[in-house]
């Protein structure tokens, strides 16, 4: 993905909203997207775009790898600054394979937050849910890594919905120039207890190499509803770390370095890709409960009980494409 400010003046740039979504901000005529994309099926997409902004009911001209094909011209009215809303569809046919998609902005000062491109007939309403899993009325704190001796933070939670993003939001103390500072998240599927979780491998894992000042550091995930535990870590430099809330939540509970901490929350943001039944599930118990002997006469019973069978069972998920301006 890229993207070309073709403007003068008022400069194209990523913003982010009030639940720590990024968006492109202040676009202008001329301003370019370009995205590529991988087509398994054959077959008219619908394709629109997210916007928040009250003057965004304009034209944006459509090119398929390389060639125009047509312009979406939107009717649908803004709802206001950041208050988000699908543009009207466009219907895009597309063969199977690698394509090139690109949009050229001819509408003055748009927010745009999706490109959305979804097989004809699917319903691309439900754009998922950002839920903060805190109290935002709690006292914070600037937790630092290298002040404060710490070397990793666990975040244990349960999602009730599958995820495509998790969000921190993190200060770097006005780093300095040349500065080295940097966070990693690893997530890991919760696995019977907290020390047989974390001794596991990650699910999947992003580094954020001298990240700016109070930015939402944003892992895009793709993952299922479930138990994990979001592990974030530091190289040893000063300038890491992220916001915590004095105050514990029922949706999540945090390690310092294994340990507990009673009465502290991270300030995390779960991005649902659909919208959740509810803002979270119940947390499992640190330690897996203990299971009783089976007594002598039991034995033989519950040996072979044991005997499984393994095979392997291939899921194909229906999945929404959701293109992210950025």
Not at 188 to 195: A, F, H, I, L, M
Not at 305 to 322: D, G, Q
Request: proline share 4%.
């Amino acid at each position: 993905t890229e993207y070309k400010d073709n403007s003068e003046g008022d400069e194209l740039y990523i913003a982010t909203d009030d639940i720590g979504d990024v968006y492109f901000d202040c676009i202008r005529i001329g301003d370019t997207f370009t995205y590529t994309i991988d087509v398994e099926s054959a077959g008219t997409y619908n394709m629109c775009l997210t916007f928040g902004w009250l003057d965004s009911t304009g034209s944006y001209t459509i090119e398929l790898d390389g060639t125009e094909v047509g312009v979406l011209e939107n009717k649908v009215d803004g709802l206001g600054w950041r208050v988000w809303t699908n543009s009207t569809p466009y219907a895009l046919n597309l063969s199977k394979g690698r394509h090139t998609l690109k949009i050229t902005n001819g509408t003055d000062g748009p927010n745009l937050k999706y490109i959305l491109l979804t097989p004809e007939g699917k319903d691309i309403t439900d754009l998922g849910k950002s839920v903060h899993l805190y109290n935002k009325d709690a006292a914070r704190t600037p937790w630092n890594f290298l002040e404060n001796g710490t070397e990793t933070i666990d975040i244990q939670f349960n999602a009730t919905a599958p995820i495509e993003a998790l969000k921190i939001f993190a200060p770097n103390w006005i780093a300095p120039a040349g500065s080295e500072h940097e966070l990693e998240f690893k997530l890991y599927k919760w696995d019977k207890s907290y020390e047989k979780t974390i001794a596991g491998s990650p699910i999947a894992s992003k580094l954020f190499p001298r990240y700016g000042d109070g930015v939402w550091l944003y892992m895009p995930v793709d993952v299922e509803a479930g138990e994990y535990i979001l592990s974030v870590s530091n190289n040893g430099t000063d300038h890491s770390g992220f916001y915590l809330r004095e105050e514990a939540y029922a949706g999540q509970r945090v390690y310092i370095d294994n340990v507990v901490q009673e009465g502290k929350s991270a300030e995390l943001i779960i991005a649902y890709a659909t919208t959740p039944s509810a803002d979270y599930g119940e947390l499992s118990a640190i330690e897996a409960p203990e299971t009783e002997n089976p007594q002598t006469s039991d034995t033989f019973a519950v040996y072979t009980s044991t005997i499984v069978a393994a095979c392997v069972l291939v899921v194909l998920k229906k999945c929404k494409v959701k293109f992210m301006g950025y």
